[in-house]
């Protein structure tokens, strides 16, 4: 036996209008993010590095001499928010550190920068694990690239290399002036 559906009365209409409509919106909405999104980590892979800034834990001054060239890479590449742009951080220590990845992402009218850190230890498989952030800007000073607000990961200082400066020591105790 074969059924016929029945036309819908004026009120149910409007009604399937309505939800027809809805759909369609979400639709729309789901794809301009999808190829904003698809567009944005096409952007990622086809990445464009301005390099490695290397710091040793515990210390201020980047060790390779290249790093304020780098940095100023960085720093034009986001004033001006060329998508795809990325600067490596990595702070290294005897057996352990961590390696950031920054790189910008064009979001509507905004750049962002993400934030890939990567902690690394000698002991071995399992103990590595990659953690992702965003971030809310920077700034440039003398002391170096500032990175904001990058969610639990929190600030960031890339520093600049200044080679007229001679770190000091940490003391624990103040010092007192010989006279």
Request: one cysteine or more; a neutral charge.
């Amino acid at each position: 036996m074969r059924k016929t559906l029945k036309p819908l009365k004026p009120s149910h209409r409007s009604l399937a209008l309505g939800i027809g409509l809805a759909i369609l919106c979400i639709a729309g909405a789901l794809t301009i993010y999808s190829i904003e999104f698809t567009s944005s980590a096409s952007a990622a892979v086809g990445q464009s590095s301005c390099g490695t800034v290397y710091v040793r834990i515990g210390d201020t001054t980047p060790t390779n001499v290249n790093a304020n060239m780098i940095e100023d890479c960085f720093w034009r590449a986001y004033v001006t928010c060329q998508p795809g742009q990325s600067l490596t951080y990595q702070q290294t220590g005897i057996d352990a550190g961590t390696i950031r990845d920054f790189t910008l992402v064009k979001r509507g009218r905004y750049c962002q920068i993400t934030d890939q850190m990567r902690p690394y230890t000698i002991v071995g498989p399992g103990t590595h694990h990659v953690d992702f952030y965003i971030c809310s800007g920077m700034y440039r000073d003398y002391y170096g690239l500032h990175i904001q607000d990058c969610e639990e990961d929190g600030d960031i200082l890339v520093p600049a290399r200044h080679p007229h400066i001679v770190p000091l020591p940490i003391h624990s105790a103040p010092v007192k002036p010989s006279l």
